[in-house]
């Protein structure tokens, strides 16, 4: 039943996903493995991160979270059932790290079931174009697995977003070459060294994947590349020649100059039609991410969650009052198909 479940939100949120973004393309270096695996990304934005790499491949990972969402046994159930479970911060209280224990040896007994793990091991999100220090929590996990001669396998992963919170941006997901945590530490004794070795080559193997923009003079950085990028197509080009233009920022004297807006909005007749039909469903997104959300880091993922309800929900609503002053299933079901077709359109332009 929650295998069903899984598999079912997984394909919807794959179908909200192609809507919300104006691209999301996957980039896959090598093969990604088909036994014990601990999938280790960036952290850049919320839950849709999750499930930005849940979806982007056809591994079924299990996720971590933070522990204060299963306070609640419905919580507890529910999650369960997709697939996640709770990691506790010192924020939780000292007490419950304990509990982490626990969880670790849960996640070595999934891995030695041939599952997956989806970790983002830099802890908390940050909507910064930077890889952060990496935390030690999937390397006790992969070390742990190991005495339990298990061979897991490590897979970088790197999540680039165009934009964080805004629809119709887009994004790159790329997977990079796995490596044995066995192999990697076989000749190493000390278990700290051996801790430190995994997230090392771990971090190395993440920067490629995603703009890594230095803090110093970060703001000057980001200004710099926002007003000299051109934009390509392909995501994994526009990657390739955004990570040399930040390398070409320490070549160049830096000149102010006011930052590109994004894109021009332009009148035509699908973006009319998109926009009466989408109306009541925006209005009251933009109402609650305006008057319910205090972090503004939630801004983006509840803009994805919130869409995927509201908007579908709207068009059966919107389809329910044209077929009763129609009176013509044929007239509702073409009303109908048109709401998602001038969606992607408007999206896409």
Known sequence: ??????????????????FYFKKWQTNILSPIPTGPVIFVANHQNAFLDAVL???????????????????KKWAQTVLGW????????????????????????????????NESILIFAEGNDDKRWHLRDLQKGFARISLAAVEKNVDVKIVPVGIQYEAHAMAGSRVLVSFGES???????????????????????TSNAIKPLL?????????????????????????VH??????????????????????????SFRWN????YFHVNHFLAKSI???????????????????????????????????????????????????????PICFRLSIAK
């Open 1 to 18: 039943m929650s295998e069903l479940l899984y598999i079912a939100l997984k394909q919807y949120c794959r179908v909200a996903l192609w």
């Open 238 to 263: 526009q990657l390739a020649i955004d990570q040399n233009l930040i390398l070409k920022y320490e070549t160049e004297s830096f000149v102010q100059q006011k930052t590109k807006s994004g894109k």
């Open 179 to 201: 490596f044995s945590v066995n192999e990697l530490t076989r000749e190493e004794i000390d278990p700290r060294k051996k801790a430190e070795l995994i997230l090392e080559k």
């Open 285 to 339: 997104i933009r109402w609650i991410l305006k008057n319910k959300v205090r972090d503004q880091q939630f801004v983006g993922s509840l803009k994805f969650a919130l869409g995927m309800v509201l908007v579908p929900s709207f068009y059966f609503i919107q389809t329910a009052v044209v077929l009763a002053f129609s009176n013509s299933i044929s007239i509702a079901m073409v009303y109908f198909l048109s709401l």
């Open 269 to 272: 007749p699908i973006s009319m």
């Open 211 to 235: 703009l890594d923009i230095p803090l110093i003079d970060y703001e000057k950085r980001v200004a710099y590349f926002l007003n000299h990028r051109i934009i390509q197509k392909d995501l």
């Open 53 to 71: 790499v849940g979806c982007s491949t056809n591994r079924n990972p299990w996720f971590l979270a933070r522990a204060n969402v299963f306070e």
């Open 82 to 113: 997709l697939k996640m479970k709770p990691v506790f911060r010192f924020r939780d209280g000292f007490g419950t790290l304990r509990k982490n224990d626990e969880m670790i040896d849960s996640c070595v007994e999934l891995l030695k079931h």
